[in-house]
């Protein structure tokens, strides 16, 4: 199955350029239309949207009456809808299921897995979830579900739902979901690998569906797109993969997902584009650059979702966030919906955030930007010059460990580019399958690299932060940190590639002089997940603490546990008691002090990033 431009880019005939698709035509077919079993029923003419009245759903989607303009309503948790201007335009933003065959992303699913099922960490265990502590804050917090059938999700999703084996919700899913499906804003926090990406694609693919019909697309715009839902991600890898999860889960539902992401050509994104796209997943920079070619307009997004929330909005992207958002023909907060996710949210990104959200609904599941327990944790005391020998015992020990022999699936962090290439040179020399991902590879690279790791085909990946973030790799039994990162939100974002959907893995991290600055904060994670800490770190961290404040903000006892919603601090100015309106706590959270999760975010963006 394609999985991105690396396998599709052979497939474009010779010749074929964007004139060429240009000249498709198709007549548009709305979503909810869209793959209905064959009828007797007379073919449709052209969709037209004139003349439809206004549409009203269960949630409240209230349609506006045709005709009338943009920005006209407001979202649903206002009791009112979206109704952007003109009439629709065959040409530029329709789709023609009837003439393009839905690849079943479904398909290579069983083979994957079977290429695995003789490794150890195959069971989900959905159940080392369950009594983890919950924090919900805004007005008026819609409750949580226990099952997928108690949202009206629609039979179609449903059926990608019970496709994907998901059995029931995971905790971010039992509260977010119902949060969005009630047309609310949200600011959702919880643990790697705890199931976000659904979190935020069931609300939206179901509201796409919906709003559909009550939304009209701009007149005539040659070659102009209009998505009706944007999710962002730092990465793209990452925009690859929520692409892939996004289309599982609406095969079927006549919900076209599109990706546009760097480093790959351009002209394949755009001819994806001109046949039509609903969802648009895509990295800041390339969709900023199809912004000011105008062959994508913004006007008509209803859902913007942000992936790795604190990162897209952190100095290295933040400007590049607030032209897509701010400054270009984007609905206002309160008029379109948003949803921003992460595992991690200090307390300056949340107030950053707080300008793109309307009257929004604060969640942490789990302590935010704490690791799971599921992953078992070991620091060792390792000098640099002895990093690699020390990495080659460990391997040398799983291997023997090992299944038939074999190598686990293993991701060693290190921190520069030229690194990541000499480590994976030394490997290779060394008698170890290694290959590394990183921001100086070509895109087909990466995109090669990251395939023979997960086939298990190249079992060591070696990596920069580029692999940091929101990559689900499953099987992935070790993450050795070779260099610790600066912060430990990136450490946390790190060990959350093992240990995910319930499954247990182990994280190594060689730490030494020159880590000194997250000693104490490592040693804080560490305890508050359970894990033993050995004596010389918190020597290292008691000294540490004492000449500076750490990442969090801390340093004092309970500044760890930052899952607050930073408008429960007055000391925040505008986050204060006027934006905020009470909470509740579950699961016996909240034994946060203040000290929270702030503490600054600069964090340096390195050029790994998108
Ligand atoms: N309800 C569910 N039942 C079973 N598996 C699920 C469920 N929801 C998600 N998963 C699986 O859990 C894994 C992790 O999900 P996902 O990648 O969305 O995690 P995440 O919270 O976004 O992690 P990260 O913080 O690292 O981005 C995926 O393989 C996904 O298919």
Redesign the pocket.
């Known amino acids: 199955m394609p999985t991105s431009w690396v396998d599709s880019v052979d497939k474009i005939p010779a010749g074929d350029d964007m004139g060429a698709v240009s000249r498709v035509k198709s007549s548009y077919v709305p979503p909810h239309l869209r793959n209905k079993p064959p009828s007797s029923d007379p073919p449709a003419a052209p969709f037209s949207y004139a003349g439809v009245a206004s549409v009203s759903d269960r949630q409240g989607h209230v349609g506006q009456p045709i005709g009338a303009n943009f920005p006209v309503g407001y979202r649903n948790d206002r009791s009112s809808g979206i109704t952007c201007p003109g009439g629709w335009n065959n040409r530029s933003g329709s789709w023609d299921r009837g003439k393009e065959r839905e690849v079943n992303p479904f398909k290579n699913d069983i083979d994957s897995e079977e290429a695995f099922c003789s490794q150890e960490n195959t069971g ?1 265990n ?1 159940d080392a979830y369950e009594d983890i502590p919950v924090e919900t804050s805004g007005r008026n917090v819609p409750p949580p579900v226990n099952t997928f059938v108690e949202i009206d999700l629609g039979e179609a999703l449903n059926r990608n739902i019970r496709r ?7 905790p ?2 039992r509260y977010a979901i119902p949060i969005s499906i009630a047309g609310r804003d949200l600011m959702a926090c ?9 979190a935020f694609c069931f609300p939206i693919i179901s509201g796409v569906m919906k709003s559909s019909q009550s939304t009209r697309r701009p007149p005539h715009v040659p070659r102009m797109s209009f998505p009706l839902a944007l999710i962002l991600a730092p990465t793209r890898e990452l925009s690859i993969q929520i692409h892939e999860e996004a289309k599982k889960f609406s095969y079927q539902t006549g919900v076209r997902v599109v990706v546009a992401y760097g480093g790959a050509p351009i002209n394949l994104q755009l001819r994806e584009l001109e046949r039509g796209v609903d969802i648009l997943v895509a990295t800041p920079g390339r969709l900023v650059d199809l912004l000011e070619r105008a062959r994508v307009s913004l006007q008509t997004i209803r859902f913007l979702a942000l ?2 929330a604190d990162r897209m909005l952190d100095m290295g992207f933040e400007p590049q966030i607030r032209k897509i958002v701010q400054r270009m023909d984007m609905p206002p907060p309160g008029i379109r919906q948003t949803l921003l996710f992460s ?1 991690t949210f200090p307390k300056e990104i949340q107030r950053l955030a707080a300008d793109f959200l309307s009257n929004y609904v604060f969640l942490a599941v789990g302590r935010v930007g704490s690791s799971t327990d599921l992953i078992a944790q070991r620091v060792e005391y390792v000098l640099e010059t002895d990093k690699r020998s020390h990495l080659m015992d460990l391997l040398h020990a799983q291997l023997a460990n090992g299944v038939h022999g074999k190598q686990a699936l293993t991701l060693v962090f290190v921190e520069t580019k030229k690194g990541a290439d000499a480590l994976e040179h030394w490997l290779c020399i060394n008698g170890f399958p290694a290959t590394a991902i990183h921001g100086d590879r070509t895109q087909q690279e990466r995109e090669y690299a990251l395939r023979c790791f997960k086939s298990g085909k190249t079992p060591i990946l070696v990596a920069t932060d580029v692999a940091a ?2 990559l ?1 790799i ?1 099987h992935v039994a070790h993450v050795v940190n070779f260099d610790l990162p600066n912060d430990i939100d990136d450490y946390v ?1 790190r060990i ?1 590639r093992t240990g ?2 319930g499954k247990t893995g182990l994280a190594t991290a060689f730490f030494n002089e020159n880590n000194a600055s997250l000693a104490k904060s490592l040693a804080d994670l560490m305890q508050e997940a359970n894990q033993e800490v050995p004596a010389w770190l918190s020597r290292f961290a008691a000294r540490s603490s004492s000449y500076g404040k750490n990442r969090r903000g801390g340093g004092g006892a309970g500044g760890r546990f930052g899952g607050r919603d930073f408008r429960r601090d007055a000391s925040f100015g505008r986050g204060g008691i006027e934006y905020y309106d009470g909470g509740q706590i579950n699961g016996g959270y909240g034994s946060s002090s203040s000290g929270g999760n702030g503490g600054g975010y600069g964090a340096s963006v390195t050029s790994a990033w998108d």
């Open positions: 989900i959905f994907c084996k998901y059995v029931k919700p995971t971010v899913q919880a643990q790697t690998g705890s199931g976000k990406t659904a992936d790795e595992a973030r929101g689900d499953p974002h959350g995910r959907a």
